[in-house]
């Protein structure tokens, strides 16, 4: 399923995954959020329900550009930088290209839709 992230006025697009967590992700777009900084290598932003985490394996190691679900704080969080691995993290898809927008300090208002 391809995404659309209008960031600043910068159009990209994602392939999400064929899981739950992706479809559930999806049925909650169009989406507007505040994407804020976290740990110098993921832009998060809280969602307005948790997703199902059904069938979605206990973590995984997240590489740059992959948009991501944190099911213990139940945040979106896209990864600008590779990071270790990480329990409760769920992929959710990976952005085609641009991740460098995501490397901007402070927050960034974007807009999700299919």
Not at 15 to 28: E, G, I, Q, V
Not at 76 to 105: P, T, W
């Given at each position: 399923?391809?995404?659309?992230?209008?960031?600043?006025?910068?159009t990209?697009?994602?392939?999400?995954?064929?899981?739950?967590?992706?479809?559930?992700?999806?049925?909650?777009?169009?989406?507007?959020?505040?994407?804020?900084?976290f740990?110098?290598?993921?832009?998060?932003?809280d969602?307005p329900?948790?997703?199902?985490?059904?069938?979605?394996?206990?973590?995984?190691?997240?590489?740059?550009?992959?948009?991501?679900?944190?099911?213990?704080?139940?945040?979106?969080?896209l990864?600008?930088?590779?990071?270790?691995?990480?329990?409760?993290?769920?992929?959710?898809?990976?952005?085609?290209?641009?991740?460098e927008?995501?490397?901007r300090?402070?927050?960034?208002?974007?807009?999700?839709?299919?």
């Amino acid at each position: 399923m391809r995404l659309y992230l209008d960031i600043e006025g910068i159009t990209l697009t994602a392939t999400l995954d064929d899981s739950d967590s992706a479809r559930d992700f999806a049925s909650l777009l169009p989406l507007e959020l505040t994407l804020e900084d976290f740990a110098a290598t993921e832009k998060i932003s809280d969602l307005p329900r948790r997703l199902s985490t059904e069938g979605a394996p206990a973590g995984i190691t997240p590489r740059a550009g992959d948009l991501t679900y944190y099911a213990p704080w139940g945040n979106l969080a896209l990864f600008h930088k590779d990071f270790k691995h990480a329990s409760g993290l769920v992929k959710l898809g990976a952005l085609d290209g641009g991740v460098e927008v995501l490397r901007r300090s402070g927050p960034l208002q974007a807009t999700f839709h299919l």
